[in-house]
């Protein structure tokens, strides 16, 4: 028995040891608890499109094998944690925009009535292209492309009171539109995410201040990217309103067409230009209305649109509020009393940023042979610390040193120096520090910086400095 005992426990050791061996040989990653950010603890899910020699690839193909997102339907896209970074740097941003407007932030359900959808006129004009819900019960819902229904109810029933306005809400959250044919990646899509921003207002005077308000803060939020912009005259479309402007950034990849005027500045968007326009489609040129000079066409992606809108929303769905000249004036509009014609609608516009458009765009306008380059204020990280085993030791502590002052990552990835530099093009991070040849030789980082054209090999004590000078230009 004791013989017997002895042998099974030698047995379970033996097979023990044998765990712990099959254990060591086939753990890769290993996960760093130290606070430091390292690729070694980051999924990035390379790969996924195969890579062809002397073809330019596209945004697309770049977001998805630089580990950025993964199609999962027809105009249907997950993001992985890099693009979430990406997403998450533009959201703050925008919160920080919108915050300076002094807006605050609200959360509207995705799923909204085809009842205030019919009231408003909509749901007749925009029928093809909304995804429709019908519960148990025989409820029809939407899944929101936009949210001026929504929102204009949501006000309506809660102010009253001239005193209550100027009201300014936005939102950040997922839109759904029926696409015929998705295409471009994130830029046409069935499933986006955009920032929409509600104003409310007593006076149209006052909404028309209130416009140009929040006209002079996208433009400071498209001036965070150091990218150029366009802010194009433009047709209101099923939205509505009487005046709205879009922002675009210019691109072949770009299914808009915007004139744009070299001598005043003016920009217009073809669909906005009438019959009498003097419009040469052929040479692609037409006449300024603003100052008579030639203008130019210019190929671009929607980004932005600002519209002022009235009272389109605010009259079918009762948003109605007393004035200084209504008294006690009752705010039931349907009951047609005489007391509510001294009640007002209230005055509104709605301006939109699409995130997941956003994403894409910058995407497609900086990248390069080589892979994305993003712009400083939205890339993943802004700085990846490039080492090898020999040298993780002073990478890991330039890391740490880096961070106070820069969004950075160490790559203390098991592969070649070769490939973590291939890789940093790809995904696009906009400086490289690399230990490589420089340090073995001279004690020196070699520092790259693709789009402001840097490669210099700069001494270990004033790295931190000079990358810090790079990533503010960026």
């Known amino acids: 028995m004791f013989l017997a ?10 097979k023990s040891l044998h765990l712990k061996a099959s254990l060591s040989r086939t753990q890769v990653f290993q996960l760093h608890i130290d606070g430091r950010a390292r690729l070694s603890n980051f999924w990035i899910p390379t790969g996924g499109i195969a890579y062809q020699e002397n073809v330019k690839e596209d945004s697309n193909a770049l977001l998805i094998r630089g580990g950025f997102m993964r199609q999962s339907h027809a105009g ?21 925009h919108m915050s300076r407007l002094g807006a605050s932030k609200v959360s509207l359900s995705t799923l909204s009535s085809e009842e205030i959808w019919r009231q408003s006129g909509r749901l007749q004009n925009d029928r093809a292209e909304l995804f429709h819900v019908e519960d148990r019960k025989g409820s029809k819902f939407l899944l929101a492309p936009t949210h001026e229904e929504e929102i204009t109810t949501l006000v309506g029933g809660l102010v009253h009171s001239y005193k209550d306005l100027p009201l300014r809400l936005y939102q950040i959250g997922r839109k759904y539109r029926d696409e015929l044919r998705p295409r471009e990646g994130l830029l046409r899509t069935r499933e986006f995410l955009m920032k929409d921003l509600y104003t409310f207002d007593i006076s149209k005077e006052k909404a028309l201040e209130t416009y140009e308000i929040v006209r002079a803060a996208y433009s400071a939020f498209f001036k965070e990217f150091k990218t150029p912009y366009l802010i194009a005259d433009a047709d209101s479309g099923s939205i509505g309103g009487d005046i709205n402007h879009e922002y675009h950034i210019a691109s072949e990849k770009g299914e808009d067409i915007v004139y744009s005027c070299k001598s005043c500045g003016f920009n217009v968007n073809e669909e906005l230009l009438g019959s009498n326009s003097s419009l040469n489609k052929e040479k692609g040129v037409c006449s300024c209305s603003k100052c008579s000079s030639q203008m130019e066409s210019v190929k671009t992606i929607e980004l932005g649109h600002t519209f002022y809108l009235g009272t389109k929303y605010s009259k079918p769905l009762g948003a109605v509020i007393t ?9 039931d509009l349907a009951a047609n009393r005489q007391d509510a014609a001294a009640c007002t609608p209230m005055e509104m516009g709605c301006h939109g940023i699409g995130i997941s ?15 994305l380059n993003w712009p400083g204020v939205i890339a ?19 890391a740490g040193q880096l961070s106070h002052t820069v969004d950075a990552i160490l790559d203390d990835r098991d592969q070649s120096l070769v490939w973590k530099m291939k890789d940093a093009d790809l995904i696009g991070y906009p400086v490289l520090v690399i230990f490589g040849r420089a340090w073995a030789k001279e004690g020196k980082c070699e520092v790259q910086c693709r789009r402001l054209g840097v490669r210099e090999n700069v001494a270990r004590e004033v790295v931190p400095e000079f990358v810090q000078s790079l990533v503010a230009k960026l």
């Open 5 to 14: 005992c002895t042998t099974s426990q030698h047995g379970l050791r033996k």
């Open 323 to 331: 004035t200084k000249d209504s008294g006690h004036a009752t705010l």
């Open 76 to 96: 249907v896209f997950q993001l992985l944690p890099l693009g979430l970074r990406v997403q998450k740097k533009i959201e703050d941003l925008l919160d920080k």
């Open 357 to 371: 458009r956003l994403i894409a765009g910058m995407a497609n306008v900086l990248s390069d042979d080589k892979g």
């Open 380 to 398: 993943p990280f802004e700085t990846v610390i490039i080492s090898t085993s020999r040298t993780e030791e002073p990478a890991s502590q330039l």
